[in-house]
């Protein structure tokens, strides 16, 4: 039967129902498994051979040379798109994305990050 | 002429329907609008002559990012472009992984539509259980690509992620739940007066005004044109599988409901017989990071109609041209047709009806002299300044605000 008001039915279902949105940040609903995030650099792995650099599309990440067979990671993570190229790129899987996506900072210097040999991460000075 | 003079009225270039920038001029004799004109050009991005100064990998991410919604679609019709030159033939489960991402995608953008050609009629309840119910494909996308919007699924030679089989009972399970309510709302379409008596004889476009307007996607299958990329030049599976080409003859804005409704069913039914028929093997093939000389043509049905890719290469590690055309290019000719005569107040649902996207749609605007006829580039940073000068002059001063602000920022 056509008349107006059809999804009066549907409404008054619902509105004795819990709200279908969470209360993010509160409830921890994260990303699912395998969501991509922040990169995690390890840096025994790493050879220096800057495939990741050479194909990153937006050119967030920076391998430098720290030593003797030492490198580390520089990524802007404002540039970076968390496309996750340089991880599929990368032949001795020195890269891997997590699901961390809770990046945002004040302060836009602090969103360069140094992934270093320590694995700690330090801001760019 | 009328008694009182035709008004010519500006909309825009602030979002008029949708969230984006296009302007409308609407030539209006009382209520009805005898004439309009659309333009673009406000969201210029330059992405062609980018992807020219990226590598074919990087080029891919890109061309991603022409849209929001059709993400998959665009990256998908330029891997097609790029793997034809090379040669290759990808893998069939890789056909498979990115025929079923490209129903997903569908069927997201579809549930967006109905929830913003509500919100453009005034039914927000529609909005907010469509988009309720969108979330369900959303979080599925998610879990498969790792991402919402961007997949990322695509990579030249094949897709970068498998499905695995949890993943794929996953799928099944969202897309009944999906299918129950896509039958609820096509139940809500043809019954709730509140619909059929805002969209029925809006926006009305011809047959043959179609056609020769070169309308695609819904819009045109709402008009009669049965045309559907996916059976007239199959790509990806979809040669091995079974599916309708939903066509109306209602020429209106209902019948454009009723043709993505109908798409969502078919969708569904798609993604089971992918599911279902997926074979194994790899996922990728090697593709040389050099493309050899050549240009191909690709097209691809997005949600929203037609998108073609024409690339051109030259043997080096980037492309020698690459350009885009978005279903809503050729779809945004016929809006001031089916504004003819129209009243004013239907303007937005009748924009909203072709689904728009004028961002993806955007191509290069130059900027001349209407005396001296030459060319004039501005930059950005003078386009500022200019917009803080005419706010001073009319009296406004955000210079304090400011300070404050880069204060609070460490800038
Ligand atoms: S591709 Fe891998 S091994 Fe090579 S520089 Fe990058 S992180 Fe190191
Ligand atoms: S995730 Fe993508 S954008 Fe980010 S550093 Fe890696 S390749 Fe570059």
Known sequence: MKRPGKIAKLLIKTFFKKPITGNYPADGSGMPEGFRGKLKFNPSACIGCKMCMRDCPSGAIEIRKTGEKQFEAEVNLARCIYCGQCVDSCLKKALEITADFELAKLDPAQLKVILNAANKEQPKA | MHKYGDVIVPIGPQHPALKEPESFLITLRGEKITASSVRLGYN??????????????????????????????HSTAFVQAVEEIAGVEIPAR?????????????????????????????????????WRDREVVMDLLAKLTGNRVNYGINTIGGVRRDVSVKQKEEVLKAIDTLEK?????????????????????VGVLSHEDAISLGAVGPTGRASGIARDTRKDDPYAAYGELDFKVIS?????????????????????????????????GPITVRVPRKIPAGEVLSRYEAPRGEDVHYVRSNGTEKPDRVKVRAPTLANV???SKMLEDRYLAD??????????????????????????????????????????????QQGVDFTALNKKLSKKLHL
Request: with cysteine.
């Open chain 2, 44 to 73: 210029h991005r330059g992405i062609e002559k980018a992807c020219e100064e990226r590598t074919y990998t990087q080029g891919v991410y890109l061309i991603e990012r022409v849209c929001g919604i059709c993400s998959h679609s």
């Open chain 2, 94 to 130: 890789a056909k498979y992984i990115r025929t079923l991402i490209a129903e997903l995608e569908r069927i997201h953008s579809h549930l967006l539509w109905l929830g913003v050609a509500g919100h453009e009629i005034g039914f927000d309840t529609l909005l907010m259980y469509t």
């Open chain 2, 181 to 201: 309510q896509t039958k609820y709302y096509i139940d809500l379409a043809t019954k709730e007066t509140t619909l059929l008596k805002r969209l029925q004889g």
């Open chain 2, 248 to 280: 109306v003859d209602n020429c209106d804005v209902y019948g454009r409901t009723l043709v993505r409704l109908g798409e969502l069913i078919e969708s569904f039914s798609l993604v089971r017989q992918v599911i279902a028929k997926i074979p194994d």
């Open chain 2, 333 to 335: 000719q016929s809006v």
């Open chain 2, 347 to 392: 303007m937005p649902i009748v924009i909203a009806a072709i689904d728009p996207c004028f961002s993806c749609t955007d191509r290069l605007i130059a900027l001349r002299d209407t005396q001296t006829k030459k060319s004039n580039t501005v930059i950005w940073e003078t386009i500022r300044l200019k917009g803080i000068e005419w706010y001073k």
